[in-house]
T-cell receptor
């Protein structure tokens, strides 16, 4: 079984300051981990993906995430927040047996990021 | 290239009516997923199609929900006798099968409101 916990439902930062969105997961298999972003009234956009090639993953718009197996964490960071980063962020784990085509996605409950001017 | 498209973008219906939601996946993607996102909730898996295999319907919440995929491309999600608790955003995603099976690309969603 797999699960995802996003530790903060809401994060508020000032423009130009660092962003940290926290995510912990559990997985029975070798998971893939993702961060998706959802702007108001928009669909989900893939920010970045971890698939075991490298523990530090760089994504779009200056975001990155570090996979820490010992801590079962996959926190999302950005050095300097921009107003356009205000959105809902979802941490996602893809699990399931590797010999099946479907890899079930389990979504966290989301973290709403506010960026203050 | 073109992404996943969904129609309609918004649907308002009366309780008890049937609705159909449409999804056009990315060309060449053989896997297709439907999810539901209720207010303040994460995404809930509904159903999965892969090629000609029998769909995985394990996430459908009741027998009022059904989906089909014609010709391995377009998919329709049907909700019969809609209830107010069906109000949500319904998201469709598609993916390749193979090296990048995990990465699902999402459409903009259909916002369903049941009055």
């Amino acid at each position: 079984a797999q699960s995802v916990t996003q530790l903060d439902s809401h994060v508020s930062v000032s423009e130009g300051t660092p962003v940290l969105l926290r995510c912990n997961y559990s997985s029975s298999y070798s998971p893939s981990l993702f961060w998706y972003v959802q702007h108001p009234n928009k669909g989900l956009q893939l920010l970045l993906k971890y698939t075991s090639a490298a523990t530090l993953v760089k994504g779009i718009n200056g975001f990155e995430a570090e996979f820490k197996k010992s801590e079962t964490s996959f926190h999302l960071t950005k050095p300097s927040a921009h107003m356009s980063d205000a959105a809902e962020y979802f941490c996602v784990v893809s699990d399931g047996p590797l010999d099946t085509g479907r890899r079930a996605l389990t979504f966290g409950s989301g973290t709403r990021l506010q960026v203050q001017p | 290239g073109a992404g996943v498209s969904q129609s309609p973008s918004n649907k308002v219906t009366e309780k008890g009516k049937d609705v159909e939601l449409r999804c056009d996946p990315i060309s060449g993607h053989t896997a297709l997923y439907w999810y539901r996102q209720s207010l303040g909730q994460g995404l809930e898996f509904l159903i999965y199609f892969q090629g000609n295999s029998a769909p995985d319907k394990s996430g459908l919440p009741s027998d009022r929900f059904s989906a089909e995929r014609t010709g391995g491309s377009v998919s329709t999600l049907t909700i019969q006798r809609t209830q107010q608790e069906d109000s949500a955003v319904y998201l469709c995603a598609s993916s390749l099968v193979g090296l990048d099976t995990d990465t699902q690309y999402f459409g903009p969603g259909t916002r369903l409101t049941v009055l």
